[in-house]
T-cell receptor, first 111, second 111 residues
Framework: KNEVEQSPQNLTAQEGEFITINCSYS?????LHWLQQHPGGGIVSLFM???GKKKHGRLIATINIQEKHSSLHITASHPRDSAVYIC?????????????FGKGTKLSVKP | DGGITQSPKYLFRKEGQNVTLSCEQN?????MYWYRQDPGQGLRLIYY???????QKGDIAEGYSVSREKKESFPLTVTSAQKNPTAFYLC??????????FGSGTQLSVL
């Protein structure tokens, strides 16, 4: 069964802390997405990656294909980073419509 | 501005009633998706379409129907056969092998 597991489920941090959210998956993938969902419900796509590392501002996403694991890092966290972060993967052999989503990590950054 | 418009933001359904959720995009993307989000669960695919006049069932298509008569539009009908329709519904689009773009969502509740 193709599965996506995120950890931790909930995360509380103080402003300025370095944050790491993890995503593990069960079999080979062709792409992995990191998404951000704010309390209003809207979702923003942060990264799509299939190897290596990507950086945008204070956000960094890495993926280790051999270990079937990806991490999302937030440097110098801020209360506006408070959101649910979702990992989604497209498994090898899956159609472009068949992304599998993790349950999300709820991040709360306190001032 | 390019984007995805979902409407309405909130929708109430009476027992036995069909309701239709609207999704319009001006991003010129071929692929469009409908996802359902329940508390504590990952997003699940209802239907997707990769080209006009064609669509595919996702993991939870029972009780739902769609049409794709125009590239810009992908409406979702929640039929009376869907016995547990209360959820947050998200429409998304993408170019192949690129990031997803999401609408702001529709919260559907049962009266």
């Amino acid at each position: 069964k193709n599965e996506v597991e995120q950890s931790p489920q909930n995360l509380t941090a103080q402003e300025g802390e370095f944050i790491t959210i993890n995503c593990s998956y069960s079999v080979g993938i062709s792409a992995l997405h990191w998404l951000q969902q704010h309390p209003g419900g809207g979702i923003v796509s942060l990264f799509m990656l299939s190897s290596g590392k990507k950086k945008h501002g204070r956000l960094i996403a890495t993926i280790n294909i051999q270990e079937k694991h990806s991490s999302l890092h937030i440097t110098a966290s801020h209360p506006r980073d408070s959101a649910v972060y979702i990992c989604a993967v497209l498994f090898y052999g899956g159609s472009q419509g068949n992304l599998i989503f993790g349950k999300g990590t709820k991040l709360s950054v306190k001032p | 501005d390019g984007g995805i418009t979902q409407s309405p933001k909130y929708l109430f359904r009476k027992e036995g009633q069909n309701v239709t959720l609207s999704c319009e995009q001006n991003l010129n993307h071929d692929a469009m998706y409908w996802y359902r989000q329940d508390p504590g669960q990952g997003l699940r695919l209802i239907y997707y379409s990769q080209i006009v006049n064609d669509f595919q069932k996702g993991d939870i298509a029972e009780g739902y129907s769609v049409s794709r008569e125009k590239k810009e539009s992908f409406p979702l009908t929640v039929t009376s056969a869907q016995k547990n329709p209360t959820a947050f519904y998200l429409c998304a689009t993408r170019h192949p092998y690129e990031k997803l773009f999401f609408g702001s969502g529709t919260q559907l509740s049962v009266l």
